[in-house]
């Protein structure tokens, strides 16, 4: 319907919505490698304007939405007038529904990702979602709205894209448990009182994954499996109590599902995640992926798995407590995630203190059942608002 | 079309060939746990009276083959003339094709399973296939048979039915490698040297699983799993050398697909054959099994791999060359192993000469290529002969 041809193949439109990020970089990297299937037609990203303009220079999107006016003035200057440009958050839902699109790759970080998602479904565009906050702060909404306009949401994250794939063949109704994978993150050895002093820098150095700093902090924290966790919840239609989290350190087995025979598929790949990116571009088809290293178990000789311990894991524990509640609580729980990991980042908190601004802020909400999209950026808000008198 | 109703549901009903062997009673017990979904109608079985009795007489098929005519007449003045009794090769196949057969559980074991299975094709009966040897000897002529005839060829085998289970919702041109999973048997941390005196009673103690006789020294010999590979080849259409053996002790991955992305499915479970025969029975549904044991990888700590050596196990490698070179050459693989083993257990020959006895049939042979089903069984008869003057 939206697609081109080319010869006899259809060229899949895509929109991409935070270029210049891990997830976009390699995004660009599969739609680069496969030019008969894909072409970027629109594009945003935030501030690494050098970054960005090499990407314009390449890929030539149609549309291009920045953060910020003066970026945007930047980039009009540089580039002919080929290329459309636009800023701030209205720039952002047009890059995400530009004329033509087939598949948006929501890769932004942070629930800014919400409000594109959702104009993106209301015009059956497909989604390919990276951004787990826009699940987690919304998922009720997100999902509601993705069923009535009969969208596919598809998941990016290597765990849900591992559950996707082992789903795919079987029926709902035989599922009986969701197997998250969780590496135990840059920390992943020490104990809690290990954790009192930790810098920014060892926090960043993740095991297996080069990732942003915002989920590689959330690695190490444990909140970036337990907002999978409720991803999950809503991507798969799953309750929590079917859903569980289990160490394995070395991310080869990147989730698992259980069927109600007993039987456990797995989806196991060297840590690439340019793997469920492309995935989610030829879904329900498979395409070679460029310059990839092929699995030998053998090679690579155990895998390890461990129980995922809640006390050492606070985040976790109150991932599964905020998405059993619902409501606003998951917004809560990322609002408070992600200021208090800012704050971190800049060093204005220390590692520990991340836990406890979110359980002070979950501990304040009376949460508000099955909200609004206002209703949701008002908590998101006031929860972020609480978090900073905690900081400062 | 050959099912009956109860109320709205259809009962599947089912021949069971070799019903008193390790699979057969499984299979049994999985019909029994689900009597809304399975009926025995026909079955077959050896030597084994007193158990024979006992499942006629639970599961009152109409039909009932066994091997020799004393069994025969024995069963005929113990039971009422509501059970019909038959015996020899005819009786195998009439028990196969019995009046309204749905799906025919072919657990005999070796090449005395390839007739009724061919037989049964012509009939349209699905096959759950757990008779390797069939596939190994005649995978050509049955596979063939089957597509000709548009049947279902189901997997039993634990490894055959993990990689069907893996492409369920997959397109064959995506398919890039099987990966058959090996315990390693039963002597598996043994060198060659220490093989020399092993005794049958030391062969029969498998670590993971407990199987008839015959397939538990293939497992020692790791013949199993060449046999395995080329049951692979035929039931998934797939050449050799995208079928590698990978060693696994824990026998909890059951087998893997690789796709072109480089994505890895696994399947996994417990050590539990109704699991695979009650998904060949359910398929493409799944249903609860009964008093199965939940897979918990945290419990089980650590997964160990290993490359799967050719020279330490020498079986594998004729496997692999058998297979490559095709025609008869499978089935002397196949007939000069069970000949073999035989002696062996029966202990006319050492451990270590089974490797002997197999690789002077297979270099005393000249391939036939694409060869009928008169000749399959004409080296088949030949190999057992030739097999036996190296024994005497």
Known sequence: ???????????????????????????????????????????????????????????????????????????KLHFSSNVKFGY?????????????????????????????????????????????????????????????????????????????????????????????????????????EELQDVTVKEALNH????????????????MNKGLEVIEAHWLFNMPYHKIDVLLHKESIIHSLVEFQDRSIKAQLGTPD??????????????????KSKRLELWEIGKLHFEKADFKRYKCLQYAYESGKIGGTMPTVLNAANEEAVAAFLKGEIKFLQIEDCIERALDKHESIAHPGLEQIQEVDQLTRNFVQTLIS
Chains 1, 2 share one sequence.
Not at 217 to 222: E, L, N, W
């Open 1 to 75: 319907m939206h697609s081109y041809l080319i010869g006899s193949e259809f060229v899949k439109k895509i929109s991409l919505l935070g270029a210049t990020g891990s997830i976009g970089t390699q995004t660009l990297d599969v739609i680069q490698s496969h030019p008969e299937q894909f072409t970027l037609v629109a594009m945003s990203f935030g501030s690494n304007i050098k970054l960005g303009i090499e990407i314009i220079s390449k890929f030539q999107p149609s549309f291009v939405a920045v953060k910020d006016k003066e970026t945007y003035e930047t980039l």
């Open 88 to 192: 701030g958050d209205n720039a952002l839902i047009e890059a995400a529904i530009y004329d033509g699109v087939d598949c948006l790759v929501n890769a932004v970080v942070g629930s800014v990702g919400l409000v594109p998602t959702l104009k993106a479904i209301e015009n059956n565009i497909t989604i390919a979602i990276a951004n787990k906050e826009t699940l987690v702060t919304a998922g009720h909404l997100v999902t509601e709205y993705a069923a009535k306009h009969n969208v596919k949401l598809l998941p990016v994250d290597s765990e849900h894209s591992a559950i996707f794939q082992c789903l795919q063949g079987e029926t709902d109704k035989t599922i009986d448990r969701l197997i998250v994978t969780a590496s135990g993150g840059s920390f992943r050895d020490k104990s809690r």
């Open 207 to 222: 095991p297996n994954w080069s990732m942003g700093a915002k989920i590689t902090i959330d690695s190490a924290t444990m």
């Open 273 to 290: 995640m340019r793997g469920p990116i492309q995935y989610a571009l030829t879904y329900p088809d498979r395409l070679p992926l460029e």
